[in-house]
C-alpha cells in the first residue's frame, strides 16, 4: 500500500523548494491535488493608481494576490460645492482604487510507492 503525506506551505516558493527535495527522498504528487487554503484578506483603498501600481507588485512578491477591484469616485458634496465657489463640480476629484487581496496557504499530498 502507497503512503501518503500532506505537508502545508506558507507560500508556492516555499512549495517549489521542498518539493524538489521531496521528489529526491522519492515522493510525487498529482499536480490536480494541491489546494489552495485561504489565509488572510486585506482590503486596501488606494487614492490613485499609481500607488496601487507600486503596492500591488510588492504584495504579489510577499504572496498575495488581487482578488477584486473597483473604482469609486467621491462625491464632492454640497459643502464642498459652496466653499469652492462650485469649482469642486468642473473639476471632480479623482477616483480612488480600492483592492481585496487574499494570501493562502498551499497544501499538497505526497505519495510514496
Known sequence: MAETRTKTYASDKAFNDDAITMANAGWSYDPGQIRRVPKDTEVVTYNNADAFNGDASKRTRDGWTVVSQTEKTRNPGCLGVLLTG?????????????????????VVTYTKA
Open 86 to 106: 462650485g469649482f469642486r463640480l468642473i473639476f471632480k476629484p479623482k477616483p480612488q482604487v480600492i483592492v481585496s487581496y487574499q494570501r493562502s496557504d498551499v
